[in-house]
């Protein structure tokens, strides 16, 4: 039976009094308890496999001992995520892709220190926040021993911030390239967030299945319609590893319900397809592309052959 895989990453962000430019939770309370309530939806859906929390060195700090268990325990994968904005506040105050490459190597490393201090470990996934990067950020991760790097959905056309922009974006797991766009042949596998494929309107983001939106029909038209075509252009152009790829954040903002309506939905689609729904984590997801050829045979494992 062919393969569905199933992710969700949560970004858990620094407190929002310490991040006025990405936001936060307002104060670690409320960020443990969405931490758990995720814990707990994934629990009861059996997917516990396919839910990672990515954590500023902030939260780490915050959350030593409940990630530890979570990964120790629960087997959850946890990654990095430097909301830079809020890193060490107030010492930077641009996204990490507005820097040079100095500069963001010299970020970078100041968080992984900062996170492997807070939880005993180097973090192998990277998150960028608000999807901040540029032609330096992708080999700088594989200088500094990241595997896998998340990332935003494809099709977010923003005039002013080209750090955020991901427009020309392959809009499925691929291997990455020295441009943070297009596949290519560097060992770290890039996983990009569903997101609505159906087009795209200048200066927006792309709609994707982050449960924060507002609980309205209209939202839950959205989850569908971009859990559909999404299915149908994997199967149209045969993507390697086929995967719905969700996210979302430590904070208030989060409506549980529009989440459990998502995985509802991509557990019926998934049987109405005849597939198999495996709820997968993204180092999981990167040995999978790995066995089906590793970043140097780029036909089978970065991108359709």
């Not at 393969?3 to 960020?31: H, Q, T």
């Not at 990095?80 to 010299?106: C, I």
């Not at 795209?200 to 449960?211: A, E, G, S």
Request: hydrophobic fraction near 35%; aromatic fraction near 8%; include cysteine.
């Amino acid at each position: 039976m062919e393969k569905l895989y199933f992710n969700c990453g949560v970004d858990c962000e620094p407190l929002a009094d310490r991040s006025p430019a990405c936001g936060g939770p307002s104060s670690w309370a409320v960020s443990q308890k969405a931490i758990l309530t995720f814990v707990e939806i994934f629990e009861e859906y059996r997917l516990l496999a396919g839910l990672g929390f990515h954590a500023t060195p902030e939260a780490a700090k915050a959350h030593p001992d409940l990630l530890t268990d979570l990964r120790q325990s629960r087997g959850i994968e946890i990654g990095m995520q430097p909301n830079v904005p809020g890193f060490r506040f107030p010492a930077y105050t641009l996204d990490l892709g507005q820097y040079d490459a100095p500069m963001q190597r010299r970020i970078i490393t100041e968080a992984i220190e900062d996170f492997q201090d807070a939880l005993g470990f180097r973090p192998e996934i990277y998150t960028p926040c608000c999807g901040s990067k540029s032609r330096a950020t992708y080999p700088l991760l594989v200088e500094l021993g990241f595997t896998v790097a998340k990332a935003p959905g494809a099709g977010r056309y923003l005039t002013d911030r080209p750090d955020r922009c991901t427009v020309g974006q392959y809009p499925y797991p691929h291997w990455a390239s020295d441009h943070h766009l297009i596949p290519g042949c560097l060992p770290l596998y890039v996983i990009p967030n569903t997101a609505d494929i159906t087009g795209m309107r200048r200066d927006q983001r792309t709609r994707d299945l982050r449960p924060e939106y507002p609980p309205t029909h209209e939202t839950l038209h959205s989850y569908r319609r971009i859990v559909d075509t999404n299915l149908e252009v994997m199967r149209l152009i045969d993507t390697p590893v086929k995967v719905i790829k969700m996210g979302s954040h430590n904070t208030e903002r989060p409506h549980f319900d529009n989440l459990r309506y998502v995985l509802d939905y991509v557990q019926e689609r998934a049987e109405l397809e005849g597939m198999e729904l495996v709820p997968i984590s993204c180092l999981g997801m990167r040995q999978v592309a790995e066995e089906m050829g590793g970043p140097g045979d780029y036909g089978r494992g970065g991108a359709p052959a």
